[in-house]
């Protein structure tokens, strides 16, 4: 069969020019939180910067991870190295939950020991953090979803998750000026809040990076769209079986189909060619298709003679 000529590492360029945005912007508002918190007096604050520092961190993992998910097939790696993609989403995953608990921890000291009243900038600060990171996360979103690109889909819930923390940050912010004193606490609270939905996040992301470790089944949608389009080619007389993996960017077939059981070697095989083009050319995401023939009288005659009819 004739090599796929689509090559995923077009399409991962483009993931990682969108990382590298990502990374600058994530990097600025660290360091504009950090700042804000520790003269602010606002632990919040100081928890969304170490969430954008685990942005910073788990963006540069993925941009590694893109990368390596681009090197071309080898005599190691016959499949390719798109499973480093899942592996840096996975990461991503854990760095989240570890920085969620960092979180719990000092805001639960913050708590015990209750700290000065944030000043009131904390909270302009925050709605530019805000409206920033959720336009970075529908950007970075939107690529991912362009490229089928489980770890750019990730990054992009990080930093919603970001969006989520500030949002937090500023509740607690506010209700600790509105209060007075005797609800500073309310500050460390409102961290505490922004941990959970970390780690909510965090499982988000992690549980479809541990499916594509497996090897688990794609979507049934795509699965019907395989089958219907292999079905489209006149020769092809049934799908008998459609199993897919997902390698990074790159989507794997494997397809038992029916073909007539007269036809040659040849013919059967060059409507295995047909299959294959019609699938990468309607499909930009499949780079390869495996395909297994069977002749239909031969397992016509197999279901009669066992009681078991297929079709």
């Keep these: 069969m004739k090599e796929n000529k689509r090559n995923p590492n077009a399409i991962s360029e483009k993931g990682l020019k969108t990382t590298l945005t990502g990374i600058v912007v994530s990097a600025l508002l660290a360091i504009v939180k950090a700042l804000g918190g520790i003269f602010g007096h606002s632990y919040a ?103 089928q690109s489980g770890a750019v889909k990730a990054d992009a819930f990080h930093h919603r998750s970001d969006a989520i923390t500030s949002v937090a940050a500023f509740i607690g912010i506010s209700i600790a000026l509105w209060g007075g004193e005797g609800y500073e606490v309310a500050d460390d609270y409102a961290a505490l809040i922004a941990a959970a939905f970390i780690i909510y ?30 079905e489209q080619i006149p020769e092809v007389e049934k799908v008998e079986q459609c199993h897919s993996r997902k390698m990074g960017p790159a989507f794997h077939v494997d397809l038992h189909i029916w073909v007539d059981g007269k036809l040659s070697v040849d013919e059967g095989h060059q409507v295995a060619h047909k299959v294959k083009e019609s699938l990468v050319e309607n499909i930009p995401q499949i780079i390869d298709v495996h395909i297994h023939v069977e002749p239909t009288k031969k397992l016509k005659s197999y279901a009669t003679n066992t009681g078991i009819d297929k079709r």
């Excluded at 893109?66 to 071309?72: A, F, G, I, V, Y």
Aim: charged share 20%; aromatic share 6%; hydrophobic share 45%.
């Design 45 to 147: 604050l100081i928890a969304d910067a170490i969430e954008s520092g685990t942005d910073v961190v788990t963006s540069g993992m993925l941009w590694l991870g893109l990368r390596w998910s681009t090197k071309p097939a080898d005599e190691n790696h016959p499949y390719g190295h798109g499973k480093a993609e899942a592996l840096v989403a996975l990461g991503i995953s854990l760095a989240l939950v570890g920085a969620a608990f960092i979180i719990i921890k000092d805001s639960i000291a913050h708590i015990q020991s209750p700290h000065k009243t944030p000043a009131p900038y904390t909270l302009i600060i925050l709605v530019v953090v805000v409206v920033t990171k959720e336009l970075l996360y529908r950007f970075v979103l939107k690529t991912g979803e362009e490229i």
């Design 201 to 230: 996040n965090a499982y988000g992301i992690g549980r479809p990076a541990i499916g594509e470790l497996l090897d688990e089944e794609l979507e049934p949608e795509f699965h019907k769209e395989v089958t219907h389009l292999a």
